[in-house]
T-cell receptor, first 109, second 116 residues
Framework: GIQVEQSPPDLILQEGANSTLRCNFS?????LQWFHQNPWGQLINLFY???GTKQNGRLSATTVATERYSLLYISSSQTTDSGVYFC???????????FGKGTRLHILP | EAQVTQNPRYLITVTGKKLTVTCSQN?????MSWYRQDPGLGLRQIYY???????DKGDVPEGYKVSRKEKRNFPLILESPSPNQTSLYFC???????????????FGNGTRLTVT
């Protein structure tokens, strides 16, 4: 099945900094989702991105399916951006959503 | 407001005492699923349902039961809970039953279960 690798595993930044989180996947996909798990445990869908780039405020995501990676950009980080970010492409065949192990982001005030 | 509602948020119980975690969605989604999240193991799928009266095992179904009698509800039942079922549980839904990865997946707020 599809393998999903996220990097870096951990990231500590000062408030106001920009960051780029990467998701590599081993198989071709026709879409990918990014989720944020906040410190209270809630899982929020950030992006459903078939291809190309999507933007939502300070966050944007780009998926390059042909090269099997996706990037999540966070600009002007805020402490509320802290948490774990998961990417999740669907597996071929049964379309089951496969989650990466996540990138833990800690924004310092 | 479109949402997935799980209850309860926190639950502490004892070994062997049957419990049910409820999940309801108001988006007319076909696909619903239960996950558990444990440190170091990530999100693992317990059961899923592609539509009413259709349920299937996920990766870690042992010790759990589900039912899908109505489109909006997908309860998770632990007939005889054990301490190794202590975990953070999430219910999720998406629009397309047979292609759950082809539409956004929405999660409930989670249920933190402790079994002593």
């Amino acid at each position: 099945g599809i393998q999903v690798e996220q990097s870096p595993p951990d990231l500590i930044l000062q408030e106001g900094a920009n960051s780029t989180l990467r998701c590599n996947f081993s198989d071709s996909v026709n879409n990918l989702q990014w989720f944020h798990q906040n410190p209270w445990g809630q899982l929020i869908n950030l992006f459903y991105i078939p291809s190309g780039t999507k933007q939502n405020g300070r966050l944007s995501a780009t998926t390059v399916a042909t090269e099997r990676y996706s990037l999540l950009y966070i600009s002007s980080s805020q402490t509320t951006d802290s948490g774990v970010y998961f990417c999740a492409p669907p597996r071929k065949g049964d379309d089951k959503i496969i989650f990466g192990k996540g990138t833990r982001l800690h924004i310092l005030p | 407001e479109a949402q997935v509602t799980q209850n309860p948020r926190y639950l502490i119980t004892v070994t062997g005492k049957k419990l049910t975690v409820t999940c309801s969605q108001n988006m007319n989604h076909e696909y619903m699923s239960w996950y558990r999240q444990d440190p170091g193991l990530g999100l693992r799928q317990i059961y899923y349902s592609m539509n009413v009266e259709v349920t299937d095992k996920g990766d870690v179904p042992e010790g759990y039961k589900v039912s899908r009698k109505e489109k909006r509800n997908f309860p998770l039942i632990l007939e005889s809970p054990s301490p190794n079922q202590t975990s953070l549980y999430f219910c999720a839904s998406s629009l397309l039953g047979r292609q759950p990865g082809n539409s956004p997946l929405h999660f409930g707020n989670g249920t933190r279960l402790t079994v002593t």
